[in-house]
């Protein structure tokens, strides 16, 4: 049974996020095209002030982060070679405040919180970049990884040694220590368009290095 359906006219490039705007757990549904962030409440109503028009437009995916877990959400959406970030009001924060590279962001941006500190991290055609809550860098990327077309970041703390796990463009497996210290693996050739996961394939302890390149 059909309950409401709504036309946008643009194509989706995000996955469609569930938020509790009001915080009365009436859920809300959140997303964005290339020209817009959209909020839609469960009637198919759109929430004011939402769509919000972007000034350039998005190239990636929208990221919702709740830092305490308030509820007090924050909306991430790269647009060319930066980040707008928006409120829940649908308001520019007017704190944030990062570098602008002038390289093109391929990644949407992702969030990690560890011992009380916040860790943003996303890719450029250029480096991986990781910032603290004001867009400030928080830790210095290693020299010469450029990142792939399809990053993706992952953070581990195997046996106490925390640190972050991502691929270069040719598939070598980067690892950036919290003490700023950087290694490297190398398993192989791929090309840029590589996918990479660090996860628990086969159900056994540890996790692996998982590639998909060419359907391979």
């Known amino acids: 049974q059909l309950i409401w359906k709504k036309k946008i006219n643009e194509t989706i490039l995000s996955d469609i996020e569930q938020i509790d705007l009001f915080k009365n757990r009436k859920f809300q549904f959140v997303f964005n095209t290339s020209q817009q962030v959209w909020i839609i409440d469960r009637n198919g109503k759109t929430v004011d002030p939402f769509p ?8 990636a995916a929208i990221k919702i982060v709740d830092y305490e877990k308030s509820r007090e959400y924050r909306f991430f959406i790269p647009c060319c070679n930066s980040f707008v970030l928006y409120d829940k009001k649908g308001k ?23 011992k009380k500190q916040d860790y943003l991290v996303y890719a450029d055609s250029q480096q991986v970049n990781f910032l603290d809550r004001r867009g400030k860098s928080r830790l210095k990327p290693c020299k010469g990884n ?47 368009k590589h996918h990479f996961m660090h996860a628990n394939w086969d159900g056994k302890a540890g996790k692996e290095y998982i590639f998909i390149d060419n359907d391979n």
Request: overall charge positive; glycine content about 6%; aromatic content about 14%.
């Open 146 to 192: 450029i990142p792939g077309t399809n990053f993706k970041v992952f953070y581990s703390n195997e046996k106490s040694n925390e640190h972050f796990i991502y691929t270069d463009k040719n598939g070598t497996i980067r690892f950036l220590y919290l003490n700023g210290k950087c290694d490297s693996l190398n398993l192989g050739q791929f090309s840029d």
């Open 52 to 59: 919000i028009r972007f000034k350039k437009p998005a190239n």
């Open 92 to 114: 520019e924060v007017k704190d944030w405040n990062p570098k602008i590279t002038g390289s093109k962001i391929l990644s949407q941006i992702e969030h990690f919180n560890i």
